[in-house]
Nanobody
Framework: VQLQASGGGLVQPGGSLRLSCAASGRVFSVNVMGWYRQAPGKQRELVAAIDSGGSVNYTDSVKGRFTITRDNARNTVYLQMNSLKPEDTAVYYC?????????WGQGTELTVSS
């Protein structure tokens, strides 16, 4: 299974951006899709996750600002990020659990700065 993440970049505070992550290869049963992030000098943390039934989970700091969705037909997960803050600056990684095995994308960098 290969994951291709895209959508990072430089955004001003208060701006919006959408990340995408497409899974390809031997994708049989995608259980959970999610986004993590790692800021400089910090540990990687869960940002948002969505399971096969559509249940979502967000870390407190992004609730009300970020929305995770998935397109099962395309094996793609999205992260819509609104009202971005400088503290959202990080490398964002997608994670897909396929047939109960976890796979990680290569990371896409988000910088929120004026």
């Amino acid at each position: 299974v290969q994951l291709q993440a895209s959508g990072g970049g430089l955004v001003q505070p208060g701006g919006s951006l959408r990340l995408s992550c497409a899974a390809s290869g031997r994708v049989f049963s995608v259980n959970v899709m999610g986004w993590y992030r790692q800021a400089p000098g910090k540990q990687r943390e869960l940002v948002a996750a969505i399971d096969s039934g559509g249940s979502v989970n967000y870390t407190d700091s992004v609730k009300g600002r970020f929305t995770i969705t998935r397109d099962n037909a395309r094996n793609t997960v999205y992260l819509q990020m609104n009202s971005l803050k400088p503290e959202d600056t990080a490398v964002y990684y997608c994670k897909v659990v396929n047939n109960w095995v976890a796979y990680w994308g290569q990371g896409t960098e988000l910088t929120v700065s004026s």
